[in-house]
């Protein structure tokens, strides 16, 4: 099978994608382009995954970095490829051609970053605790600090949970009221004491109150479409034992 690819104008002309679980080589729960090197698939397997996605990159796959997700907002600046141990940290940046920036996610944000005059890219994995803590600020920063202009970085967040499938409980809002009082608009009510959070809505909240210059969503659910994207939480709804992880790169 083909893979799937998808892309949004505002992160032209960088070579990026937000890849799908279409086209790749893993089966059972894994079935499809499992790209997560810490989960439970086949070593060899996730390898050839990750080759394909390379290809498609026009890239070897030793230029794809990776870092070591920990929900955190620290943001690791790069100039050449990553040897070794992966350093923790959930962003990415760069202004050195040939590099790609990959995250890997299965319902939090993949958020890819470019300012097309500056020549500079990034890449963020933000779920709601790195969100919280700031690592979309940070990525910006970082950008700036490679001479990128906030106001001419464009970031698209990529498939990520919908608010319709996100419940959580009340101690979670607290945490974001504690942050401000605005955030509870990205609460809705749910069953008994349940509500549903909008992380991509917090996600571009987030960036243009940073002063990004264009952000977007691409509007797919990871939870809501088994056959295009994996998921955490439908795998943990499932009682399944692991689940894939989605890629999602942008390169100089």
């Known amino acids: ?42 070593t060899e397997i996730v390898a050839l995954n990750r080759r394909r996605v390379a290809d498609a990159m026009e890239v070897d796959p030793e230029a794809m970095v990776a870092v070591h997700q920990v929900h955190s907002p620290t943001v690791l600046t790069v100039k050449a490829p990553v040897e070794g141990e992966k350093p923790k940290a959930d962003a990415i940046v760069t202004a050195t051609p040939g590099l790609a920036l990959t995250i ?58 919908s608010q319709r499938a996100y419940e959580v409980g009340p101690e979670f809002l607290d945490a974001f009221l504690a942050d401000s009082p605005d955030n509870s608009r990205f609460f809705a009510n749910g069953e008994s004491d349940r509500l549903q959070f909008d992380l991509p809505a917090f996600g571009l909240h987030r960036l243009r109150q940073a002063g990004i210059g264009q952000a977007e969503w691409t509007r797919h659910c990871t939870y809501s479409d088994p056959d295009r994207f994996y998921s955490y939480r439908r795998s943990t709804h499932a009682n399944e034992v692991d689940y894939g992880r989605l890629i999602s790169v942008i390169r100089l």
């Open 1 to 42: 099978m083909t893979l799937e690819i998808l892309t949004s104008d505002l992160l032209s002309p960088f070579r990026h994608g937000f890849f799908t679980r279409r086209g790749g080589a893993s089966s059972g729960i894994f079935s499809g382009l499992n790209c997560g090197q810490g989960s439970s698939d086949q």
């Open 104 to 161: 890997l996610t299965a319902d939090c944000q993949p958020v890819l970053f470019a300012d097309p005059d500056a020549h500079v890219i990034g890449a963020a994995h933000a779920g709601w605790r790195g969100a919280l803590d700031g690592v979309l600020e940070a990525t910006l920063d970082a950008m700036e600090a490679l001479g990128a202009d906030r106001s001419n970085i464009c970031a698209v967040i990529g498939p990520s949970i």
